[in-house]
């Protein structure tokens, strides 16, 4: 390429992202008014919770703009710190995610809570694993008749590549200090010692979940450990099991909410909008690893509250 070229390519370039910028300043300051002449009257205010949860999909670049857990507990704390706003609906759609994403929005619910906002959860398809820990921290749970819920369980999903490496000719060489450091490596079969030292933490991470569960949802220990085995009901399977409290849609969910924070007629919804939602929804499937790149990273060892 000539130099004249490149210089123009460059130039272009910066035009483009000097006017996206400028875009995504304006319509950030249009947001922060929005809510603001929002907020003016009380109201109900709506959380999306919709898909896999991670704590965000990258720390850096565009991806960090993406959904996430840490979007989702930005949005919790900005409600929080609205006076107008009496109770909030999470509208959930999700399997459930990583440990670490699901506990941080059950805490962020729960800090809602301590404030005097009223929180109900509206599912839609699915409200499973991690999903339904995060439900669990709501004062009413709302599900369709067909919702698909529970799985109440924890899983580690480990790839044992082994016979694959032998046959292509791949030999993995570990340099480690710690005799566990490459626990959960694909190169090799895990020891009897490894699957006790993970059975623990599975152990102890289901119990977190367990005791979430009795807890949100007023349960005896032994009614609770007959439905707390992994499997999955419907809305209204769950509702007979004490697992939700009502069957309904979004518009039920709305109104139940209104109704527990006093307020009288028809709610109004207040929803925090988001810059750019189409725009960056282009870029997520460019950062969604694959499930075989989770196989073969060595530190992909994780502990999720997930729906298969």
């Known amino acids: 390429m000539k130099r004249e070229n490149l210089i123009m390519v460059i130039i272009l370039g910066l035009c483009i992202l000097s006017i996206v910028m400028g875009i995504y300043i304006i319509r950030e300051r249009a947001v922060t008014g929005k809510v603001q002449i929002l907020a003016r009257k009380e109201g109900v205010a709506v959380v999306y919770i919709y898909g896999p949860l991670s704590i965000s999909r990258q720390a850096s670049g ?12 930005s949005d919790l704390r900005k409600i929080g710190k609205i006076t107008a706003i009496k109770a909030v609906v999470l509208r959930i759609n999700s399997p459930g995610g990583s440990i670490g994403a699901v506990q941080e929005i059950y805490e962020e ?7 005097g906002k009223k929180i109900v959860v509206s599912m839609g398809d699915v ?17 369709n ?14 790839g044992n590549m082994e016979e694959l490496f032998r046959k292509i000719g791949i030999r993995v060489e570990v340099i480690k200090r710690g005799k566990h450091k490459d626990i959960g490596s694909p190169s090799r079969e895990m020891t009897p010692q490894e699957k006790e030292l993970l059975q623990g933490l599975i152990d102890d991470a289901y119990d977190q979940f367990f005791q979430a569960v009795i807890k949100g949802r007023n349960l005896k220990k032994r009614e609770a450990e007959k439905i707390a085995q992994g499997q999955v009901f ?9 697992l939700i409290d009502e069957i309904g849609n979004f518009q039920d969910a709305v109104r139940l909410a209104g109704k527990l924070a006093g307020i009288p ?6 929803e925090l909008p988001k810059p750019f939602p189409r725009i960056l929804g282009i870029f997520s499937s460019h950062f969604r690893k694959t499930t075989l790149q989770d196989l073969v990273k060595e530190n992909s060892v994780r502990l999720e509250y997930i729906l298969q």
């Open 62 to 73: 565009w991806a960090r703009f993406l959904p996430g857990a840490d979007s989702v507990t």
């Open 109 to 115: 619910v729960n800090r809602l809570k301590e404030k």
């Open 127 to 143: 409200g499973a694993s991690g999903a339904y820990y995060i439900a669990c921290a709501a004062d009413k749970i709302v599900a």
């Open 145 to 158: 008749p067909g919702t698909i819920t529970g799985s109440i369980g924890v899983l580690m999903s480990l």
């Open 234 to 242: 419907t809305g209204r399977q769950a509702r007979d099991l004490g």
């Open 265 to 270: 007629g028809e709610p109004r919804i207040i």
